[in-house]
């Protein structure tokens, strides 16, 4: 009522002031406008950061245990196959209760069994199939997590926000946050159906967000024409040509153009994501500040399309939607004839 009364009160008295007063009055009262309408916002005008309203990507356990069981709760985990880690035979040995299910983004329907690359996009109606059988449901939030970190499960987040649905969330720290803090776990294998849609929900149906993919076509434009950034989330030696790629035949070092912002650095030794301000001084510290990022489109590259959705997810809590080249340094990096710059 305040803030209402404040708009009245400028109205039922404009007439008496000056043109330029009202003037300064009435641009001062519309810099107020997030603040009345609780927006995050920092600058009205100019290249700063775009006025937002859509909330943090990331959620702690006691924002997902306040919603148990109205939300649906996906382990996307994933690792290198160097690693020699199962992530299907960790999921059954513990997750997070009350119907956390498995989301292989190398399982059928997750990704494009037909391509020699490794876990790329499916298409809408493959991935629509695949998440009805999750149980997901267009009006129902999605909350994400790997076992400690975003490996695998920030792809999972930026997946469905490609095929159209924005209410899903990521859990900060993953699987080891939720048992740091004392919540228990389940273990054995999992239920094998979901229960059926109930009368006020619908199932999710996928429409491809093109802004949000770089095709290796994409990645040759904007190198040809310097008409965007890309940032790379592979360690500073494979950037660099200098440490081996784990995959046989690719070749080393970087896209012309592109900066460094390896994914290990945006992360706590605890796997949580670093604080907003943290964020931006190690952006600005590999040469990636407010100036380059307002350069869009920024693309995002990797190894093959995981990590960096990492670097995703900390821009989309700095303001700046990505895009993330799907096929990465494994496609790229195969094709002898394309341009590389090493250190």
Partial sequence: MRNGGAVRGYFLTSSNRSTTESMRWALALFAQIPRFLGLQHTRLFGQARRVSARPSALVDPAWVLRRMPHVSILDASWYMPKLNRDPNTEFIDERIPEGARRFDIDGPGLADLNSDLPHMLPSPEDFTDAVTKLGIRRNVPVVIYAKKGFVGAARAWWMFRVFGKNDVF????GLESWKAEGHEVATGPPAPTMEPLIETETPM?????????????????LIK????VIIDARSKGRFEGTAPEPREGLMGGHMPGSFSQPCDQL???????????????????????????????????????????????????????????????SEYGSHHENPVNKK
């Fill in 267 to 329: 992360t706590s030794a605890d796997g949580k994501l670093l604080s907003v301000s943290e964020l931006r001084t190690v952006l600005a510290e590999n040469g990636i500040d407010n100036s380059i990022l307002t350069k869009s489109p920024i693309a995002l590259t990797c190894g093959s399309g995981v990590t960096a959705a990492i670097d995703c997810v900390a821009l989309y809590e700095l303001g700046f939607d990505a895009a993330v080249y799907d096929g990465s340094w």
């Fill in 170 to 173: 990521l859990l900060n720290g």
């Fill in 225 to 228: 024409e310097n008409s965007g």
């Fill in 205 to 221: 149906v996928a429409t491809k967000n093109e802004q949000l993919v770089k095709s290796m076509q994409d990645m040759h434009t």
